[in-house]
T-cell receptor, first 115, second 112 residues
């Protein structure tokens, strides 16, 4: 079974630009969430999607947004990039609706560098 | 917001030694998860704990969900070189929700 797939793995942007990151969850997983990982702040929750609806949102500015498609794939977008947005962005999926649904499975991440 | 205090921040041990790390919180969590992250990779789930007092093993790894629901520990027995990495605890306030609160991580280094 394929794991969580994130693209691109690496990207470099300049301040003021915007970026879109993509995530394909594990087949059958309908819940997708995004996390930002930085050396200073660690892993922080960005938002969670289920059935194309945002269910929960972390404490990030409105420049961070996301969406989920009918096939459960998700994208996140960061507009007007700042230097502090440089981070590893991780997507996680989980099986919702039965069993041990607390288990999140992470992708390898998209490493964003803002210059 | 909620915070998890994970300790120690780093460990330097000899191969074959046992390892212990723990997480504490001021908040009650319904689920505790332990992850391992290798450089350039995403976190990999090691153990999930769902009930207070639960003790769960996964090979040489053993983790427990504290009785107060505010803490958890992870033990690794007979460490081997591939155990090197960063270990994270994560708490889940609502079982099944995807919002996790993570500890700051324990970096494990093993001297062969």
């Amino acid at each position: 079974k394929a794991g969580v797939t994130q693209t691109p793995r690496y990207l470099i942007k300049t301040r003021g630009q915007q970026v879109t990151l993509s995530c394909s969850p594990i087949s059958g997983h309908r819940s997708v969430s995004w996390y930002q990982q930085t050396p200073g702040q660690g892993l922080q929750f960005l938002f969670e999607y289920f059935s194309e609806t945002q269910r929960n949102k972390g404490n990030f500015p409105g420049r961070f947004s996301g969406r989920q498609f009918s096939n459960s794939r998700s994208e996140m977008n960061v507009s007007t990039l700042e230097l502090g947005d440089s981070a590893l962005y991780l997507c996680a999926s989980s099986l919702v609706g039965g069993g041990n649904t607390g288990e999140l499975f992470f992708g390898e991440g998209s490493r964003l560098t803002v210059l | 917001g909620q915070q998890l205090n994970q300790s120690p921040q780093s460990m330097f041990i000899q191969e074959g030694e046992d390892v212990s790390m723990n997480c504490t919180s001021s908040s009650i969590f319904n689920t505790w998860l332990w992850y391992k992250q290798d450089p350039g990779e995403g976190p990999v789930l090691l153990i999930a704990l769902y009930k207070a007092g639960e003790l769960t093993s996964n090979g040489r790894l053993t983790a427990q969900f504290g009785i107060t629901r505010k803490d958890s520990f992870l033990n690794i027995s007979a460490s081997i070189p591939s155990d090197v990495g960063i270990y994270f605890c994560a708490g889940q306030l609502i079982q099944g929700a995807q919002k996790l609160v993570f500890g700051q991580g324990t970096r494990l280094t093993i001297n062969p």
